[in-house]
């Protein structure tokens, strides 16, 4: 136990799973952990007449079962191996942790997900009250990719959105602990402030690239504080990889301005990648852009929408290559058949690196880049100065390493090294030998045999084989004088005398320690060539990433062929024009061309869009679609789309309205409000916000004043492109108050007494909510819905002093004058009936028609009539 404590105090964070013959135990606390996670047994160990321990144990053979559940669940777990041969150990066997595996750090196929990267991620944050950006060094230890940012605290929280860390180290006491969804289950680790030092970082990079600068990494001064995150990552890798991280990339360095922070909640609201009902990824954009076809294109495109460009040039260059590939169908056909089949060269390549990559893994590594010629000669076919040209140039197949791999493997090498062939035959003399020494003994006994026989002239000798000497030569006693010098009688028979040679005893040898000597043999060949493939890391990663790069690319371009989306002319000016817009992921949802297409367009002088219509109606989905445009543009693709003029964006923002937004389910106003105010003080001229049902979350005087309020301020303050979507129909008038306010609705029409929606996006406010129509539609029974009409008609009779509440506010202000509607003249009855506020009127006036659910309507009315009465 001595032992044990002595490595568990160095694992305090981690279960340790202590080898111990052929099980792996477990004790104390870890074993209470084991025992309630993974449902075995607790036991007690004697611990030499003091207390019990606590253990728990699992046979070595499930282990990676146990780990893999444990790491699911967010434990990291130590693996403690017997580092020599028990039977030569004097005393204690010695043992030292091998490896720690945690969320962050897997290799393990079972731990990963092939589509999307698993990042652990550092976090370095200035000293308390100094100033400076945010330092954050991310490392997918599957891949080999490390990244180094510099941000600022008002855009990390989107910068970890994007990455999905699947654990976060934090300096101990930093006051910077990021909280909130985009850490979804995330393990947070504290760790001392001093590792997050930036010149030991320094210190610690070069030596692990193996230069002598940073700056030949394309790091630079003002990079320092991500230099240090880096710094304390490595430092944790190492702890976890004992053996060392020798496969992790040259870092690739991003600045703030690069690419587009998205927030959390534009993320989630455009289900970009994971869906608003669950974190599957359907339903989402992801989903129907991924037409990928390797793990490496399906993990870069998932990085490419979650990071869309800023800059005009380099979207162009991706739109040129779509373009290409779009052009030249059949070439995109043949570059996609090439690609089909290239298996996940970037883990594979880092497995290798890491001494890790099964046979089986190796061949499959070893076939995928004998597939990439064929992808070459694919894009050959595409005009070469093209922007493929530019991705082509870099372009090195590593054919040698190919040829070596299927040369030197068997066909189909097995999981493991050991019972099977994993080596080919032709690749090692020795090898080939033993082998045939182990497969052919039978054939070399009878030549033995035949060659004994012709030397002595004895036709009756025999070569045989038992256990107690081995091989043997069989001479009966009528021979006895033919037997030559060199034999050396071992055995004497009633008829006969054994005898063994030299020759013989050599070739027992070689025979009995073959199998032995065959796996040895195998071992040091195979490792000899995953080194080999191994130490061509930086090659294998870098056409990985060509190869992930053309996958995407000829994925959007088959997207946009099958879907019909058409290239996005960016600018760099202001103006967002989209002609047949359609929502890409709604209309894969309904039978082809039954989506209706719409116009929208913001400039200047038309910058805010007040977009009113009923429930229903398709407000919602209008308004993500010009986002999903954007950001798909952005992103290097085509758009669904007749036409689009972009103006390139900074930031595109959506907010739901809390009771629209079915995710957060704790929808509080006060949420809503919050993440209003940060598009507020974050948005620019050149953002696009896009706001649906803001301000829904409170009753309605409220929602109607903040709505109003809100958009006054990006009209006025902000100056950005804008799109409001409201069922509060009195908003429309803002348009009468703000020169660059617009009004558009969605279409309904009315037929008899029922609706129907025409999804038609069209000038003007909607004049009514359609609120009780939808009612009907929704199954409230007819005497709720003629009664939920009386009532409606006495309100608007009444309620229009909500609008003159608002125009006083606004001429307080001194800004604007007149009203903006008079008052309705009301009908005498309704007079009577509201001339005291009347109980009824005020629990009506709080009433939101909206979300009102059948059956509370039902009560309501109920209640309502209830106190008409009385
Ligand atoms: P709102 O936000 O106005 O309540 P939604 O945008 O949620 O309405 O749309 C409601 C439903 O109408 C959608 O789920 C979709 O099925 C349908 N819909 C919306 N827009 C269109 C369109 N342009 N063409 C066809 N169907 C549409
Ligand atoms: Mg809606």
Redesign the pocket.
Known sequence: MQQYREIKARHQSAILFFRMGDFYEMFYEDAETAARVLGLTLTARNNGGAAEVPLAGIPVKAGPEYLRRLVQQGYRVAICEQVEDPRAAKGIVRREVVETVSPGVAFSDDLLDGARNNFVVAIAAPARGEQGGIGVAAADVSTGELRLCTTSSAEVDALLARLAPRELLVSRGSTAVPRGPMLDGALITERDAWEFDEAMARDELARQFAVRGLDGLGIESGDGIAVGAAGALLRYLKEMQPAGVPHLARPVVERTGDVMPLDEMTRRNLELVDSLRGTDTQGTLLAVLDRTTTPMGARLLRQWLLAPLLDRASIEARLDAVQALLDDASARGALREALDGVRDVERLAGKAAAGRATPRELAALGASLGRLPEVKRATDRLDAAGSLGRLMQQWDDCAELATVVSRTLVERPPLQLGDEATIATGVDVELDELRALRDGSKDAIAAIQAEERARTGIPSLKVGFNKVFGYFIEVTNANRELVPADYQRRQTLSGAERYVTPALKEYEEKVLSAAERIEACERRLFEALRGRVGAAIARLQCVARLVAELDVLAALADVAAREGYARPILTDGFDLEITGG??PV?ER??PRD?????DVRLSEDARVVILT??????????LRQVGLIVLMAQAGSFVPAASATIGVCDRVFTRVGASDNLVRGQSTFMVEMAETSAILHTATRRSLVLL?EIGRGTSTYDGVSIAWAVSEHLHESTGCKTIF?THYHELVQLADELVAVRNYN?GVREVGDQIL?L?RLQPGGADRSYGIEVGRLAGLPAPVIGRARQVLALLEGEGATLVPALTSAVSARGERSGALRAPRAADADQLALFAAPHPVVDALRGVDVNTLTPLAALQLVAELAERARA
Not at 594 to 598: A, L
Not at 613 to 622: H, V, Y
């Open positions: 359609r929502h709604v949802m309904m039954k989506f209706i297409p719409n219509g009923p429930n229903m109606a398709g407000k919602s989905t209008i649906d979507a969605v929606f999804h």
